[in-house]
């Protein structure tokens, strides 16, 4: 069984803090196939010297000014030459043996593009907070709950993110909800119980602190995809789609140990 070139990007701006974890996470992989690119925006806390001392196992790597992260993974994206294509942010990690499990399952499916695992949350420090089981993507609950996709365990083939233009880079916060959004327009977002990531939660993450533009990106997302909707019509679809991801999850397990 041939194994795939899995391509990683990772981009940071002064997250020096958990930088570290995150390189080691991917480079600790068990895969000979890996191609890890880092991105890094001119960052002034040290992360350039951090970068620098793993150099020599890094596919590329770049400190420059940019347009922010989303500009930052487009650029990442250019460079990578692999099958599969995946980003870990600065302060996610993969988890261990995460590479070749995801290359035994694009290899024993070689007619799927994009598969999605599960994802533990982590507190600030590092510590175990919980483990975030979803179920399969359904549309309907994507767009009138949340993008619960976990996107730092989700891997999709490279011609795949070429078919749908790629990241767009007017999303600088849900980016990965765009993205996916029409990665599901052409093909089926498959779904494993498999723990892939561990997603850092804590207040100065990007998505705690630009809620605002969060909430701007999403509508344009809705409105590209559903057009204009009556806004009862969305209330009461919101209405519907929260309990009825609960009682999927449940139904599915989700919320056991």
Known sequence: MTLPRISIVTVNFNHRPHLEQCLQSVLKQDYPHLEYIVIDGGSTDG???????????????????????????????????????????????????????VADYFARHPERQVVTGDATLIREDGSFWRVQRQIRFMAFLWFNDHNYIAQSSTF??????????????????????????????????????????????YPQQKTSRLVERLAVENEVIRRRH?????????????????????????????YGP
């Open 47 to 101: 992360s350039v010297d951090l970068i620098k001392k793993y150099a020599d196992r890094l596919a590329y790597w770049v400190s420059e000014p940019d347009q922010g992260q989303t500009d930052a993974l487009i650029k990442g994206f250019r460079r990578a030459r692999g099958d599969i294509f995946c980003w870990i942010n600065a302060d996610d990690l993969l988890e261990p043996g995460a590479l070749r499990d």
């Open 156 to 201: 999709w083939r490279r011609e795949l993110y070429a078919q749908v233009g790629g990241l767009d880079p007017f999303f600088q916060v849900n980016m990965d909800g765009d993205l996916f959004i029409r990665f599901a327009q052409v093909t089926r977002l498959y779904h494993v119980r498999r723990l892939w990531s561990r997603f850092r939660v």
């Open 226 to 254: 559903l057009g204009q909707e009556w806004p009862g019509s969305q209330r009461l679809k919101r209405l519907v789609a929260r309990p009825l991801r609960w009682m999927l999850k449940l139904i599915s397990g989700c």
